[in-house]
């Protein structure tokens, strides 16, 4: 995940306030910047996977991820471009 203006890696801590900032929200589809580039479906549970996988993959603990109790984990490989569940 990036800062979109600078293209700067985001920190875990900048992660999890993005998560938790969506979280309340029943997020289902996930609109792109750029056509083709939209997510149908599960917007919320990928978002969670999203965040928690670039946290672990950052080097940090994600295993405390907050609000791991109430989302679906999944760590499907989302790099293909299927995002269905």
Sequence with gaps: MYSFPNYWPLGPNEVQT???TVRPYEVNNILGAWI???IVGNGRNIIF???RLYTQYS???SDKFYG???VEL???NYADGSYSS
């Design 18 to 20: 993005i998560w938790k």
């Design 36 to 38: 083709g580039k939209e």
């Design 49 to 51: 996977n999203s965040a």
């Design 59 to 61: 080097g940090h603990d």
């Design 68 to 70: 791991a109790d109430d």
């Design 74 to 76: 999944s760590f499907k």
